[in-house]
């Protein structure tokens, strides 16, 4: 009877321990992940603290397909969400997404939106971009006022490197930037008065690598000698 009632006990055991293994099988194939969760209301534009008053203690635990879980923040990644600005209102109890931040503290900046006249259409939130200023032959005098009156008719001056993007309205070839209040009118101006563009920034910003350019053969040499002007090229990189 006792023989029967140990191989009892064992066997109930040994489910056990196969049933919690295969669900820890199926958690890990199906995608499920422990992720940050907001601890309470977070209205856009609020910084974000790596803390337990921001935060919740232990995430959340859910299951998503893997593009979406990218979007999210791990359970173990809290520090990475320190200084980061909401854009939008957070409800309490909300997985973050990398989608509704922005790096940064944010708290000395101002929200400048600029219609451009070229961008990517799959920027999101957190993309960093140049912007360029462009006068085309059309506007002989506004390539005059970019780029000096010894300038041709058409003439392209670089104007910041690797911005990162608040929001971005493809439709309305919009982009918001985060700039110093400072920069507010320059950036105003610049948006009223010329044509910009902004090309994807996936590496580094290199001061000095961008110059102006306002002619043909200078577009071609500057392709030819890429090298040329740079202050941020690897030193030991081949010349």
């Not at 006990?9 to 199926?26: I, K, N, P, Q, S």
């Not at 909300?94 to 940064?104: E, F, K, N, T, Y």
């Not at 000395?108 to 993309?127: I, K």
């Not at 070839?173 to 950036?187: D, G, I, K, M, N």
Request: hydrophobic share 50%; net charge negative; with cysteine.
């Amino acid at each position: 009877m006792r023989r029967k009632l140990a191989l009892a006990v064992g066997l109930a055991t040994f489910c056990a321990a196969l049933t919690a293994f295969l669900l820890l099988a199926v958690e890990a194939e199906t995608g499920m992940q422990r992720v940050l969760v907001a601890a309470r209301n977070i209205p856009a534009g609020e910084t974000l603290q790596a803390n337990t008053t921001d935060l919740r203690p232990g995430g959340a635990l859910v299951h998503m397909g893997a593009s979406a879980l990218a979007d999210t923040f791990p359970e173990s990644d809290f520090r990475s969400v320190q200084g980061a600005v909401a854009l939008v209102d957070i409800p309490a109890g909300s997985v973050l997404l990398r989608s509704d931040l922005v790096a940064g503290d944010g708290s000395a900046d101002r929200q400048v939106t600029l219609t451009v006249a070229s961008m990517p259409s799959d920027l999101v939130a957190g993309d960093r971009v140049d912007l360029l200023a462009v006068a085309s032959e059309t506007g002989g005098a506004a390539a005059e006022d970019l780029c000096g009156a010894a300038a041709l008719p058409s003439c392209v001056m670089p104007l910041a490197q690797s911005v990162v993007i608040v929001a971005a309205n493809a439709s309305a070839h919009q982009l918001t930037l985060a700039v110093p209040p400072s920069e507010v009118a320059p950036w105003l101006l610049l948006d009223a008065t010329q044509s910009i563009w902004a090309v994807p920034a996936t590496g580094p910003a290199c001061p000095g690598a961008e110059q102006p350019i306002s002619n043909p053969a200078t577009a071609l040499h500057a392709i030819e000698y890429p090298s040329l002007g740079s202050s941020c090229r690897d030193p030991g990189s081949p010349g």
